[in-house]
């Protein structure tokens, strides 16, 4: 039979000792902190690359106390050249290609004239660049500090109306046609090591006008407007699809200087704030299935928009050359894409990137170019999809933002189980405490009964 007090009462948990339930209670509160732990991880690429590497290039090192030898405090010393300086630069200068020139920090943009000469020491022997026209050429001749090369100087005229000169090893050809030469008038770009300010009386009266020793001059271009519509006569005709060594498909980012590669990359560097991240979410991402079937047909046409998500590997940079597209760096960067069977796929950069740590996970949104073949280190050969993109996103999954929602969720959750536990064990422990009550009041009167004697009151 039950006593009053106890009917109808509700229990969250069944009947248990009272150390019990507070051992439930601590298991519940765990079972929530271990839940917050894994939502805290961040998901990493299905396999873990053999290989990261931030490529290291080597620099010349320059002779500084040879170097100090240069003069261009007066007139007369601006007048003359030092021999030996010179020629340690001419022959330092020869090992400065593209990805040295990058790692030598060559400045994305030229030094105004009046900078260098407020500043000549903190620009001395620093690896500069100027565009303007050639108005002097003379050459080749002799005194190379290399066996096998000549020396050529030449006088460019920048559109600001300063001049630069340049000495230089390699023959001015032009890229109209393999054996011309570059003539005066052209639009040139110049490159080197920059020497001393220096003075000139004669065929033209100059003064305190830098001189950059450097290994070539490139015939320029003129620049091109911001292109914001891609023209796909421009990317039709590339045969991508010979694998014989030196074709289109093996060629690096040095032997791809092309208007294609150039047009493509202005046009995702133009056009990258015309793009939200709305409109990228609604492009399909690269993976074995649909998407590289497409490719396979040729379904995709060059310069379709694709995401690659994927852990950055390996990176490089190099200066680009004279372009139209007014490209001065190029980052290559290799992104092992764990939805494409965790290949690599190589992505192109018209510019320096080299904030972002390795192994970052990756968002790339770009544009696809070619197909890439390479050879992968246990010598299998692999044919991926080359792609342009004006930068390298990291992955954001907002986690930041969306954990804290979550962890006062689970907070609050976890909070209210357990003052729900707590509450449900004070009545569990008023009811016991009142149910002794009623079993004491009832075995008194019992007794009182069997005594013969008038039952007591309640008790209250």
């Given amino acids: 039979m039950k006593t009053p007090s106890a009917k109808g009462s509700y229990r969250v948990l069944p009947a248990m000792p009272s150390w019990a339930r507070y051992v439930f209670a601590g298991c519940i509160v765990a079972c929530f902190a271990y839940a917050l732990s894994l939502l805290d991880r961040v998901e990493q690429a299905e396999q873990t690359p053999d290989l990261i590497l931030e490529e290291q290039v080597t620099v010349p090192a320059l002779d500084e106390a040879l170097l100090a030898k240069t003069r ?12 030996e300086p010179l020629a340690h630069l001419l022959a330092e200068a020869l090992d400065v290609g593209p990805s040295v020139a990058a790692a030598l920090d060559m400045p ?6 009046a900078d260098l000469r407020a500043a000549t020491d903190a620009w001395r022997h620093r690896w500069l660049y100027y565009e303007g026209v050639l108005v002097q050429l003379s050459g080749p ?18 559109a600001s109306g300063e001049s630069v000169f340049a000495t230089f090893s390699m023959p001015p050809l032009s890229t109209a046609a393999p054996s011309a030469r570059i003539a005066i008038g052209d639009w040139v770009r110049v490159e080197g090591y920059l020497m001393k300010l220096r003075d000139t009386s004669y065929p033209e009266k100059l003064e305190r006008s830098p001189l950059l020793v450097g290994r070539s001059i490139e015939q320029d271009y003129e620049d091109w407007p911001a292109v914001e519509e891609l023209d796909a006569a421009m990317l039709e005709g590339l045969r991508d699809d ?8 093996w060629r690096s980012i040095e032997e791809d200087q092309t208007e294609a590669l150039w047009h493509l990359g202005a046009f995702a560097r133009d056009t990258a704030d015309q793009w939200s991240l709305a409109d990228w979410r609604k492009i399909e991402p690269l993976s074995v299935a649909e998407p590289y079937d497409r490719l396979v047909k040729g379904e995709v046409a060059r310069g379709e928009p694709m995401r690659v998500f994927g852990t950055l590997i390996r990176r490089r940079t190099v200066a680009a050359p004279a372009n139209p597209a007014n490209i001065r760096y190029w980052t290559t ?32 949104r770009g544009f696809y170019y070619r197909w890439y073949v390479y050879d992968g280190q246990e010598g299998a050969r692999y044919r991926v999809p080359l792609f342009v993109a004006a930068n390298l996103d990291e992955f954001d999954l907002k986690t930041e933002e969306h954990m804290r929602g979550i962890s006062v969720g689970i907070g609050c959750a976890a909070l209210l189980l357990l003052i729900s536990l707590l509450w449900g064990q004070r009545r569990a422990t008023k009811s016991s405490l009142q149910h002794g009550r009623d079993m004491d009041a009832r075995r008194r009167r019992r ?4 005594a013969g004697a008038a039952p007591d009151a309640e008790a209250p």
């Avoid at 261009?72 to 021999?83: G, N, V």
């Avoid at 010979?242 to 498909?249: F, I, Q, R, S, V």
């Fill in 72 to 83: 261009d405090a007066t007139r007369q010393d601006r007048l003359l050249i030092e021999k």
């Fill in 108 to 113: 994305a943009e030229m030094v105004p004239i």
């Fill in 141 to 158: 001749k002799g005194g190379h500090p290399v066996d096998g090369y000549s020396v050529f100087e030449a006088t460019v005229r920048l």
């Fill in 447 to 450: 007794r009182q009964a069997a």
């Fill in 333 to 364: 960067a290799w992104i092992q894409a764990s939805s494409f069977g965790g290949h690599l796929i190589p992505v192109w950069v018209p510019s320096k990137v080299d904030e972002l740590p390795m192994r970052a996970q990756l968002e790339v």
């Fill in 242 to 249: 010979t694998l014989w060594p030196g074709d289109l498909a």
